[in-house]
Structures are given as structure tokens and as C-alpha cells.
Nanobody
Framework: QVQLVESGGGLVQPGGSLRLSCAASGTILSINVMGWYRQAPGKQRELVARIFSRGWTNYADSVKGRFTISRDNAKNTVYLQMNSLKPEDTAVYYC?????????WGQGTQVTVSS
């Protein structure tokens, strides 16, 4: 079994910053990719950013230049630094970990950008 524990969500004003963390524990076998997705009310879940085992990253166009994804392989943890937040970034953010044995999701953390 694999558990993903997310933290760092909350309420922030437009232009502010938040840092999300997601720590994986349990039976960890060769993590290929770690990423963040988000789902706003009435919308489909979408990729925000992901980072592969060798460090290659990709981002949604809407967050390029504002968000940065990173990972600590020793801690099986992925981070999402979110700067210059906008109201349209408001969503539930989900951590995702892809391993050889399968895909795993966190429980989600709410990010609300509002004045």
C-alpha cells in the first residue's frame, strides 16, 4: 500500500504564494513520475505540473513562469511552489505518484485565491 499525504493548501490573496507538499510512504517501488493536478468546481481534473525521475518537468501553459515543481527523492516528496497566484488558480490540488506497480492519488488540498 502507498499513502500520499498532502499539505500546504489554504486561502491566499491574489499575487500571493503557497507551497504544497506531498509525501509518499508505504511500499515505494521505483517512482517514475510525481505530479500535481487540480480540479475546480464544474471542471475536469487537469495537469498542473509533473516531474520525472531524472528531473525532466512539464507544466500547464496557464502556470508556466509562476509555479515550480521539485522533488526530494530521498524523502519521496514532491513540492509545488506557487507564486503570483490568481483567482483562477482556485481548485482542489491533488498529488499523483506514478510507479511501476500503479498510479496513486492524494486526498486533495484546497487552494483558494481571493481578496
Amino acid at each position: 500500500q502507498v499513502q500520499l499525504v498532502e499539505s500546504g493548501g489554504g486561502l491566499v490573496q491574489p499575487g500571493g504564494s503557497l507551497r504544497l507538499s506531498c509525501a509518499a510512504s508505504g511500499t515505494i517501488l521505483s517512482i517514475n513520475v510525481m505530479g500535481w493536478y487540480r480540479q475546480a468546481p464544474g471542471k475536469q481534473r487537469e495537469l498542473v505540473a509533473r516531474i520525472f525521475s531524472r528531473g525532466w518537468t512539464n507544466y500547464a501553459d496557464s502556470v508556466k513562469g509562476r509555479f515550480t515543481i521539485s522533488r526530494d527523492n530521498a524523502k519521496n516528496t514532491v513540492y509545488l511552489q506557487m507564486n503570483s497566484l490568481k483567482p483562477e488558480d482556485t481548485a482542489v490540488y491533488y498529488c499523483n505518484v506514478g510507479m511501476v506497480v500503479g498510479d496513486y492519488w492524494g486526498q486533495g488540498t484546497q487552494v483558494t485565491v481571493s481578496s
